[in-house]
């Protein structure tokens, strides 16, 4: 893999006040919801029948848009609770046919979030280099600390240690400082980063 291509591909493509600080930048109208839905999605004592009927529920309810409703039912599908992969798939393509019927001044952002929602089920299937490019597409659409530590995961199961390293200095060193600040929080707590710590603290 071209690596330097890589390199500019993520860095060449920021402009640091275009920055959000919140890492995957939900609609602020839809937050408190989508982090309700989350929260079920991780307690391990809620069923999927249940969550499933919550996220419905927040549709109907005019709390989260019909593209946010997709995302949330890919990410449960994708989830060790349910593991079903062919339906998480399903949703992501629906969830990019919605982005792009609701457009507007979040197509990017929707479309970053389909990008990283199939990185994921190529990750979780063990396809790490065509995980590389859906995170990194990812990044392009909406410059997150969340899209950069996806790339740098993909990079360390990939091997490529080294490489991670370098394009983790090269970010500290170019990008707003608020991000990389969100990075190394990331990098401390997620397992997947956990070999790039030591840079993290430096």
Request: aromatic share 4%.
């Amino acid at each position: 893999m071209d690596y330097n291509a890589l390199f500019d591909r993520i860095l060449g493509q920021v402009d640091q006040a275009a920055y959000m600080p919140l890492a995957d930048a939900v609609d602020p109208e839809q937050r408190a919801a989508m982090k309700q839905i989350e929260t079920m999605i991780r307690n391990p004592a809620a069923s999927a029948a249940h969550t499933e009927q919550l996220i419905r529920r927040l549709h109907t309810d005019g709390r989260i848009d019909r593209v946010h409703m997709l995302s949330a039912q890919h990410v449960l599908a994708a989830s060790p609770k349910v593991g079903d992969f062919d339906a998480a798939a399903k949703y992501a393509a629906e969830q990019e046919m919605a982005a792009m019927a609701q457009g507007g001044p979040r197509l990017n952002a929707n479309l970053a979030s389909v990008d990283r929602h199939r990185g994921v089920i190529a990750f979780l299937q063990g396809h790490f280099g065509v995980a590389l490019d859906y995170f990194s597409r990812a990044f392009e659409r909406q410059h997150s600390a969340g899209n950069l530590s996806n790339v740098l995961a993909c990079l360390l199961r990939l091997g490529d240690v080294d490489e991670a390293r370098d394009l983790l200095q090269q970010v500290r060193s170019s990008l707003s400082p608020h991000l990389v600040t969100d990075l190394n929080d990331r990098i401390n707590i997620d397992p997947d980063l956990a070999l790039l710590r030591m840079e993290a603290s430096q």
